[in-house]
């Protein structure tokens, strides 16, 4: 099988993707963040015989000598990569900038340079804004709802442009809301999991009404693998998503009922979007993914939820719940 190179590999979705390819028999590079420690994020809970399996690069997205050092001798590269926090990114965008765009940007480069034989950019539905119309297919238009967003899509256009000025075959990959095992506190399944586990029974959450289209993590992984193994999907803009929506507030007491009914959500105010930032509803459609590729999803919505909860129970040590995790 081929070798291939996954940034961003020491984080949630990163690190289960890694291990899904690993499962398919390719020989896997891992781009972790440097740092220090010498920790491997995500990658360090895995067991000793799967992490000695995998060849490990520690950088910084932000290096283009490092990048490129990285991407050499990889076949393809799923370039995951970047900062996503959303609340953060209203007060530290300059480090948005240079760690989606000009990250981004690394990865392009280096691969026209390295003739790399194809590159999967990850994008977010964030990119879309609260949806014109429903569900919402890769032809909605863009609103950068957020720092975080409007760099997501300045990177998208960055691999469109490359595509289209240098032939270069990248796909455009955009998973929809995303959650299991390995999520941090900052994502509402984790937080309101986390703070059930601690035994809260006020369970702090921001706004309620929006509405958002979730996949379990290793339906996610399967369609990154989807896409980068089909031969119709280069220089295509391609969602990931279950064509389902819940509300925050019926998650929350779908996940309340299950660990502790006698529990109640309180509004924290620190946790409100501003007004016009807030993205109302997400619905995404997963008609092209189907159509190009041959990914359908493995996992119901009830099972995600429960293989999460379970893997939490006995991980709570990853988790601070007295704090808002920004």
């Not at 398919?24 to 015989?49: H, M």
């Not at 509402?188 to 999991?193: C, D, G, Q």
């Not at 619905?283 to 119901?300: C, F, M, P, R, V």
């Not at 040590?317 to 704090?323: A, L, S």
Request: proline letters at 4%; hydrophobic letters at 40%; charged letters at 25%.
């Amino acid at each position: 099988m081929k070798k291939v190179l996954v940034t961003g590999a020491d984080g949630f979705i990163g690190s289960h993707l890694v291990e899904s390819l690993m499962e398919k028999g390719y020989e896997v590079k891992a781009f972790v963040y440097y740092n220090s420690f010498g920790k491997w994020g995500w990658l360090d809970t895995l067991p000793k015989e799967k992490q000695k399996e995998i060849e490990i690069f520690a950088g910084d997205i932000r290096d283009p000598n490092g990048v490129r050092t990285a991407m050499k001798g990889a076949a393809q590269v799923f370039h995951l990569a970047a900062l996503i926090a959303i609340p953060f990114s209203y007060h530290s965008p300059d480090s948005y900038v240079d760690t989606n765009i000009k990250g981004t940007l690394n990865v392009l480069q280096a691969a026209r340079d390295l003739g790399t034989e194809k590159i999967m950019i990850t994008s977010t539905s964030e990119v879309y804004g609260t949806a014109q119309y429903v569900p919402i297919d890769e032809k909605h238009p863009f609103q950068g709802q957020s720092p975080y967003s409007a760099t997501k899509i300045g990177a998208d256009r960055l691999a469109e442009s490359f595509y289209r000025s240098f032939q270069l075959p990248v796909s455009i990959v955009r998973p929809f809301n995303t959650f299991g095992p390995r999520q941090s506190a900052r994502a509402v399944i984790p937080t309101i999991i986390s703070q059930l586990l601690a035994g809260k029974e006020e369970i702090k959450l921001g706004a309620l009404s929006p509405v958002r289209d979730f996949n379990y993590v290793k339906d996610t992984a399967a369609g990154f693998i989807a896409i980068a193994e089909s031969f119709h999907t280069v220089g295509q803009e391609i969602n990931i998503a279950s064509q389902r929506e819940i509300s925050i507030g019926d998650l929350a007491e779908t996940i309340i009922s299950q660990i502790n009914p006698k529990a109640r959500i309180v509004c924290d105010e620190r946790r409100l979007r501003p007004d016009k930032s807030e993205v109302g509803r997400l619905l995404g459609s997963n008609a092209k993914i189907k159509e190009l590729t041959d990914w359908k999803q493995q996992y119901t919505f009830a099972q995600g939820i429960a293989a999460t909860i379970e893997w939490m129970r006995q991980n709570m040590q990853y988790y601070k719940t007295d704090i808002y995790n920004v």
